[in-house]
Each structure stands twice: as C-alpha cells, then as structure tokens.
C-alpha cells in the first residue's frame, strides 16, 4: 500500500469516526422528550424537575464547551475526543447502575461535560481534514446529517425499549457499547498534525479574549436565535399538537418525526445546495421560509401548524451546520478548538434558555401557543441578521484570507 492510499483510508476513517460521534451523542441527547415522562413518573416529579434531565446536559455541554474547548488546540484533537469519549461510555454505562433522579443528574452533567470535550475535538477536527472553507462547510452538513439521523434513531430505540417493557437506561448502555468502539477506533487512526500560528498561550484566557472578535460573537449570536426557534419545535411542538382534532390526526402525531428526518434529509443534501448557491443567499432565504412557517402557524391555527412547523424542519437544516462552520472557519485551524466551544456555549445555552422562555411566556398567558409568538419573534430576528449578512458579507474578506494562509487548495469561499 502506497502512503497516499494509506493516508487516504487513514482520511475517510477519521471522517466515519466523525460521523458516528455526532449521531451516537445526538442519540441520547435528543431523546429526552420521551425519556422525561417516563421519569416523571418514576419519581413522581413536576415537569419542571422532570425537564432537568433536559436542561442539565445542556448547561454541561455549555459550559465545557467555553472552559474546555481549548483543551482541543493545546492536548490534541486525538487526546481530546479520546478523554471525552471515555468519560461519555463511563458516564452512559453508570445509568444501569442508578435508582434515584439525583445520581443521573450527576450522570447527566458528567456526560454532557464529556460531549462538550469530545464534540469541539471533533469540529476542530473538521478543519484539519478540509481543504477550503467551502469543504469544511460541505463537512459539517454532513456530520451535522449524522446528527440528525442519531436524533430520528435515539427516540425510536427508546419507544421501541419502553415497548418491550424494557426500561429507558438501556438506551444509554448502547450508546456506551457504542462509545467504546468509537474509542477503540479513534486510538487506532493517526490524526492530521494541526500546526500552530504562535507562541500564545492555548488556556482558558485566551477563549475569552476571543469571545470579543466581532466573528466570534456576530455567528454565536444567529446560533442563539436559531438554536431557540429549533427546540420550540422538539421540546414544544407536542404539547401545541395535543390540541389538535382535525382530520388528519396521524399528521399531529408524527410531527416530531416527519421534522427531524426532512432536518436530516436537508443537512445531507446541503453540499449539493451550497456548491451552486452562496451560502449567504441560501441562508437568509431559508430563514425567512421559517419566520414564514411560524407566522403561518400562529394565524392559521393548530391545523396549519401540523404542516408548517414540520416542515420548517427542511429549511432549518442547512442553517446550523454553516453558521457553525463559517464561524468556525474565520479563526486559524489552531484556534478551531477554542471557538468551537465558544460556539457551543451560546448553542447549548439557548437550548436550554429557549424553551424556558417559551414555557414561562405559555405559563404567563395561559396557552403554549402563545410560546409561539416568542419563537416567530427569534425566527425574525434571525431573518433580519441572515437578510443584513445576505446584503454585506462582513465574513467574505476574512474568509478568502483565512483560504489563502490556512488550506491546502484553496478556492475563494461562497
């Protein structure tokens, strides 16, 4: 075997190592729609501590995130998800083990700690093994793909465990079956070597000074927006269909399902949509088909929104993976780890923040479609910033400069 035929084999399987990380994350963390109720009722709890088991991971992942993800950049992106990768399957093998709601919730906060470390390894990763802006974007639709297949798959394995009569901690056992492959593969593959542009200290400070680049924060601040109009769909789509009654009663039922698989379907086909269209144009006019689904949704009532907000899922699919990527792509590769958790902070952080807002707004007004009226407000916002980035492209020059110093092959991003 020549070295370009085993630097190429080495190639495809970081990327399937990639690609499995995310959908095996996205398994359990996805799944704590259909998991809460049933610990609500193992525990007798109210929804607001039942919802812990939502907001924990969340803040975990958040946190570590901007206090971890340097670690990316200074032990090495192979050193980096192999740690976080074995505290995730210790964490997720634990769960068997657990009887009462406060040993997982340690569970929780140590596993979400873990997807924090080993998620910015992986997304500085993206960039170690892309030639171009344009690639890394290509990249990160598909492995944000994979994770929208691990968030169709986590929910039904569990549906199908509770079935059975099988109890919901199963789902964690495969993740850590699953987990511990992942490990045994990564430990095996070498990794591209990420050189480094100075002698600057890689620590937490330097994370922080970075949160003031105006890239930085201008792609964190659309992630937030974005990432708070996605969970209205997953964390309150099935309370606003609970009251529906019309004539197509399999439509409300399947509406989680039918959005994250047109979510899924969208972010696989996304390299082909942005290799012909630039990504700022495809950006803005996705966000307004969304602010237009929710709109749609609060005037036409619960019977349109069964068809609107599902759908919503096929325009939202392109927008995290890219705002992530390009985001990503303004920094040095020897950065990416460090902003990857920037990124993350302000991702988990509206997932979590999101639908609280939502929930109080309902509790304020007394009906979870009023939670709407906030989710359209953040999907205009979004439209708004998406439609200004459309007009002037703040990103453009520092993206074909990064093309130039930092990728092999370069071609001017679009």
């Known amino acids: ?133 344009r690639q890394h974007t290509a990249t990160m639709n598909t492995v944000e793909g994979f994770f929208a297949v691990g968030a169709v798959i986590g929910p039904a394995i569990v549906t199908r465990l509770l079935a059975a009569g099988l109890s919901w901690k199963w789902l964690y056992i495969i993740a850590a079956v699953i ?28 994370t922080f000074v970075m949160t003031k680049s105006p890239y930085a924060l201008g792609f964190s601040l659309g992630i937030f927006m974005y990432v708070a ?79 609107l907000l599902p759908l919503s899922g096929l325009f939202m699919s392109m927008i995290y993976p890219t705002l992530n990527s390009k985001g990503i792509s303004c920094f040095h590769k020897a950065e990416h780890g460090a902003i990857a958790g920037v990124i993350l902070f302000f991702t988990c952080g509206a997932a979590a923040l999101g639908p609280l807002a939502m929930g109080a707004v309902s509790d304020a007004f007394g009906h979870v479609r009023y939670g709407f009226f906030l989710a359209a407000f953040f999907a205009g916002v979004l439209f708004v910033g998406l439609l200004l980035n459309w007009m002037y492209d703040p990103a453009r020059e520092r993206l074909a400069l990064v093309d130039s110093t930092e990728y092999a092959g370069a071609e001017s991003p679009s």
């Open 229 to 307: 109009v996605e969970c209205a769909i997953y964390v309150w789509m099935p309370t606003l269909m609970a009251d529906y009654a019309g004539s197509f009663p399999l439509l409300a039922a399947y509406a989680i399902s039918i959005f994250f698989i047109l979510r899924a379907a969208g972010r696989f086909l996304g390299s082909a949509v942005l290799a012909r269209y630039n990504w700022t144009s495809v950006m803005a006019l996705f966000s307004f088909a969304i602010f237009v689904c929710f709109v749609g949704s609060i005037l036409g009532g619960v019977a349109y929104a069964a068809v």
């Open 1 to 133: 075997m020549t070295v370009m035929e085993r630097d190429s084999r080495n190639l495809a399987a970081i990327r399937v190592l990639t690609y499995l990380m995310f959908m095996m994350f996205a398994m359990t963390t996805d799944s704590v729609g259909v998991i809460i109720p049933e610990v609500i009722r193992e525990f007798d709890l109210s929804m607001t501590a039942g919802g812990a088991f939502h907001y924990t991971s969340m803040t975990a992942i958040a946190f570590a995130g901007i206090l971890l993800g340097h670690l990316a950049d200074r032990l090495g992106r192979k050193a980096t998800i192999i740690l976080g990768l074995t505290l995730f399957a210790v964490s997720s093998f634990l769960f068997a083990a657990g009887h009462s709601f406060a040993f997982f919730l340690v569970l929780l906060v140590v596993s979400g700690s873990a997807i924090g470390i080993f998620k910015t390894g992986a997304l500085a990763l993206v960039g170690d093994i892309s030639t171009s802006t």
């Open 179 to 206: 987990c511990v492959l992942l490990i045994a593969t990564a430990a095996l593959v070498k990794y591209p070597e990420t050189a480094r542009k100075s002698e600057e200290p890689i620590d937490l400070k330097r």
